[in-house]
């Protein structure tokens, strides 16, 4: 991989923000992700990707929605999802749906697909928790045979068949660019390098070093199926801050209120600030300065050979100006860095 190849992108679940104290609206929100994705643009960042949540405090909920009215603000930067949960999704209405943003946006449309790791939409949408993985086995099935061929015959357990059908509008020849997105399952990977799709791993918790068996893993598995190698990306959580101080707390008072309310609900401890420092030290979270952040996401690239960071730089409460101020720090600072540190010492060297 190229250093020059290395593609930046931010992701947001439309977190609900606070602007000198108070909480924005729902509205107010929605509006904030156009004009953070015009940020993300003017700073050279690749790709902006919304989300798919349905819950008090994430405004993520139409994500082709809002990502239409940022084709419409924007001129360049690639639009996608983080993740499409495609279990609750009806294939032929997500491929009408991002054909249509990739009309809008002239060739930007792209997505990950996952099984989610929050649930809410399977009761909201009727659907039951114990076809967890055969929903998504045959919509996915489905959607790919959608995107790759015309006309489409398909039959399922999980929607009505499709008989010698063509959809309109049409997407482009071949299909939008569609990963998967993978939190630590193997048989996800495995999927993954079956239909010879990028890979986006979710790490989120941990040291991310050890998805280097995946990694390991998915290129094998390419090889098997016989698919072309793909890319390999990275969704972590972060804030950049003119120093590493000032980054800490600032996603500290945000981050501690928000893991409590996921501890509470899924049976896990809360952690201490000193775990917390751990975590900022060797974990998961992106948090600190331009130079402290550039050198992990360089470490983690070569760790884990991928060519693509997003950094999910909302979180809950935090104010709209830490959120500015990463991504135009990403965009102008941690983006170069990387680029030069992985030129003096590239991926696989």
Request: hydrophobic share 45%; charged share 20%; net charge negative.
């Amino acid at each position: 991989m190229a250093a020059g190849a290395f593609e930046f992108g931010l992701n947001s679940f439309g977190d609900v923000p606070t602007d000198n104290g108070r909480l924005l609206s729902d509205a107010e929100t929605i509006r904030l992700l156009v004009r953070e994705a015009q940020l993300a643009e003017s700073v050279g960042l690749d790709v902006f990707s919304i989300g798919e949540h349905y819950r008090e405090g994430f405004v993520d909920s139409a994500g082709p929605v809002i990502l239409a009215g940022i084709a419409s603000a924007t001129e360049r930067i690639k639009l996608g999802t983080a993740v499409t949960v495609l279990s609750t999704n009806d294939p032929v209405r997500l491929y009408h749906e991002f054909s249509t943003l990739d009309a809008i946006s002239n060739g930007r449309a792209q997505m990950v697909l996952g099984r989610a790791s929050q649930t809410q939409s399977f009761p909201l949408f009727g659907y039951d928790l114990a076809d967890y993985e055969q929903l998504f086995e045959e919509k996915l099935e489905l959607f790919m045979l959608l995107q790759r061929e015309s006309p489409v015959t398909w039959s399922g357990t999980v929607r009505p068949d499709l008989v010698n059908q063509t959809l309109h509008p049409a997407m482009r020849p071949g299909g939008i660019p569609t990963w998967i997105g993978v939190g630590g399952s193997p048989n996800s990977v495995i999927r993954a390098a079956r239909y010879g799709l990028p890979l986006m791993l979710a790490i989120i918790g941990g040291q991310p070093e050890r998805f280097a068996g995946h990694v390991d893993l998915y290129f094998r598995a390419l090889a098997q199926f016989g698919m072309p190698e793909q890319p390999v990306g990275q969704h972590a959580l972060g804030l950049i801050a003119d120093t590493d101080e000032e980054a800490a707390d600032t996603w500290w008072e945000a981050w501690e209120p928000m893991i409590e309310m996921m501890g509470r609900e899924r049976g896990f401890p809360v952690p201490s600030r000193d775990q917390y420092n751990l975590e900022l030290a060797d974990g998961a979270l992106f948090v600190g300065s331009p130079e402290t952040v550039a050198q992990k996401i360089a470490r983690m690239a070569r760790a884990l050979r991928i060519s693509r960071f997003d950094l999910k730089y909302d979180i809950m409460g935090l104010p709209v100006s830490a959120r500015a101020h990463t991504i135009e720090l990403l965009g102008t600072v941690v983006a170069p860095r990387v680029r030069e540190l992985l030129a003096e010492q590239p991926v696989n060297a």
